[in-house]
């Protein structure tokens, strides 16, 4: 993870807008810029989010999916496939269930409808920027069902082989809240820890299990019965 992201609590988070319509770009742009994130950069079609993304490595990459040039999910992909520590919030006009999971797949970590409000935009992206998963209500629960259906697939290879690396107690118990679809400011009260020290542990165990982004992350505990274990309770 780079020097930037880690410290994005400390210092102000850095942004970049992805639109192809000028007008509305600008806009958010601004609105987020008043609220106190520096915007870094913007871009109007996919190769220049790409180009662009690369150079100012922003915190949070603000992500409209129907781009010229290159679809938003290939952006997204390619990004966050070279930094997973980027946080990308899709944008998006179109509430359809397979944009929504395509996003997510691709390394999305929230989805939000461009009818939500401007202050509703400005908490998905502070919260996006600490790496909850934010939905417009009524995304969250396709997403998570989308989850249980992956588990119900073959798992990757890595995740069985022999030797493969054990979780701390405590990474096992954030695994186990994040797969009830918790997000990291709920299982940081839960588990009395920093939300700091709940996105570390994420982290860890992902390097650890060599997954790459929620998704399978989410995926790897569901299949293994973590989000009914009874070892969570109220």
Known sequence: ????????????????VVDDHPMWRDAVARDLA??????VATAG???????RARAATPDVLVLDLNLPLKPGVQVCKELVGADPALRVLVLSASGEHADVLEAVKSGATGYLLKSASTAELI???????????VFTPGLAGLV?????????????????EPGAPR???????????????????QIAERLVISHRTVQNHVQNT????QLHNRVELVRYAIER???TDEGDRP
């Open 144 to 160: 998570l069902g989308e989850y249980r259906r992956l588990a119900s697939e073959p798992a990757p290879a890595t995740a069985d």
């Open 225 to 227: 019965g973590l989000d």
């Open 167 to 185: 979780l701390t107690d405590r990474e096992t118990e954030v695994l186990r809240l994040v797969a009830k679809g918790l997000s990291y400011k």
């Open 206 to 209: 992902l390097g650890k299990l």
């Open 34 to 39: 008043e609220a106190g994130f520096a915007v």
């Open 123 to 133: 908490d998905a992206v502070r919260r996006t920027a600490v790496g909850d998963a």
């Open 45 to 51: 079609d996919g190769e220049q989010a790409v180009r």
């Open 1 to 16: 993870m780079s020097a930037q992201h880690e410290q994005t609590t400390a210092e102000r988070v850095t942004v970049m």
